[in-house]
């Protein structure tokens, strides 16, 4: 089945993809094998999507490598979908909300990255006022 939609991707959406490469792991194919074809979903992965579709895209690319046991892709995704809720969209005011739910779920998989993960709101926190 990976053979499958490694050789015709476009018939399979991406979430498709993903799901079956997790839980290919999960079945015990090794990270170095599903990685290629994780990683090759990402060029189009956020072309022509509004900016909750691009949100929750980053996120589950996210919640994918920390499965594979990626935990440097994992942080770039979420880096990504940090700078990706700050885009205009209709459903603007609970992106940083979603955000901060699945840094929560980040960092119970990976506590010792929190000081970093936390460092990066610092920033944008000494520019809050109330």
Known sequence: MLAEFVASPDYWPADAQRRLLVSLHQQGITAEVLAPPLRALEPELLVGRDVPTRLEQCQ??????????????AEAWLRRALSESFGVGYRKDYQFEAWLDWLGQFLTQCPEQAPQMLGWLRPACRTWRR
């Not at 589950?60 to 892709?73: E, H, I």
């Open 60 to 73: 589950a690319q996210a919640r994918a490598w920390l499965r594979l046991g990626d935990a440097t892709a």
